[in-house]
């Protein structure tokens, strides 16, 4: 068992409530972070930084690029970090420095893709080589199927050629790349895939993409079932509350609701000890 027991006690007690008629989530990543850098072991956190990279990408993309979009909280590097480090490209993660280079040089690491899709491709071969944890790789890899599937069901409904468009080489992209199935051949050994394929007629896209987040909360719950006071546990709490702070940006509504949730599954799911009770 590792020392993380007693702080994550700590972590979950001081979580705070929600008022029905906040504008907002209390609770931000940004700000769990901070909880995060004080009570985690230094393995575990650099582990958890795996996850907060998926929002650098985006912000470095963003900057790069010269959009205007807004800049996302929750990352390891803060804004004047970013501009800092795209003037030298060093003290940053080596997938980073590649793409910024790639792109400087205008020369592509992979043939037929966007830039988007190149920085996803060296980001996901990175975390899953950087790694250790084997709850962490099975996350990256659920999640860039997933992507992969609704990517294969765009580009089917657009006419678009799929394999460009597609992150990591695995047997689910060789299907998909190739089948003409409506499930392209994967609902046997990925039953989700049947109610994917079944949701995507939805012309509700908000609607639908609640139904995709549904999956990936669900597949947290089920890896975490059997993980009380762990780092996986905790990394769970992260990647569910990263869902629950972009519908708090889409959807109001539907971001308290997840939240409350995400709180009511902590206060079931444990029994805090006796210094923890209100």
Excluded at 65 to 89: P, V, W
Excluded at 93 to 114: C, H, M
Excluded at 127 to 146: G, M, P, R
Aim: charged fraction near 30%.
């Amino acid at each position: 068992m590792r020392m993380f027991k007693k702080e994550y006690y700590c972590l979950v007690a001081g979580l705070p409530d929600i008022v029905a008629d906040d504008v907002k989530i209390q609770t931000s990543v940004k700000e769990f972070q901070e909880e995060l850098k004080e009570n985690l072991q230094p393995a575990d956190y650099k582990e958890v930084q795996l996850v907060f990279l998926a929002v650098d990408n985006r912000n470095f993309f963003n900057i790069i690029l010269g959009q205007k979009a807004a800049f996302l909280s929750g990352g390891n590097y803060t804004k004047e970090d970013i501009e800092e480090k795209l003037k030298n490209s060093e003290g940053i993660e080596e997938y980073l420095q590649n793409f910024i280079s790639a792109y400087r040089a205008e020369i592509p690491i992979f043939e037929k893709r966007s830039w988007e899709n190149q920085l996803a491709e060296l980001y996901n071969d990175f975390a899953l080589n950087k790694t250790k944890n084997k709850f962490l790789a099975e996350w990256f890899q659920f999640d860039i199927d997933l992507k992969n599937i609704l990517t294969a069901l765009n580009c089917r409904k657009h006419d678009l050629e799929i394999a460009p468009q597609l992150i990591g080489k695995n047997e689910i992209t060789d299907a998909l790349k190739k089948s003409t199935a409506k499930d392209f051949g994967l609902s046997f050994d990925n039953p989700h895939v049947t109610k994917i394929v079944q949701e995507w007629e939805n012309n509700d896209i908000t609607a639908r993409e609640r139904f995709i987040d549904e999956i990936r909360w669900d597949y947290l719950d089920e890896k975490v079932f059997f993980h009380y006071f762990t780092i996986e546990r905790v990394m769970s709490f992260v990647l569910k509350l990263q869902i629950v702070e972009r519908w708090a940006t889409l959807d109001r509504e539907t971001g308290r609701n997840l939240f409350q949730r995400l709180l009511d599954e902590l206060g079931n799911s444990y029994t805090f000890p006796e210094e923890f009770t209100v």
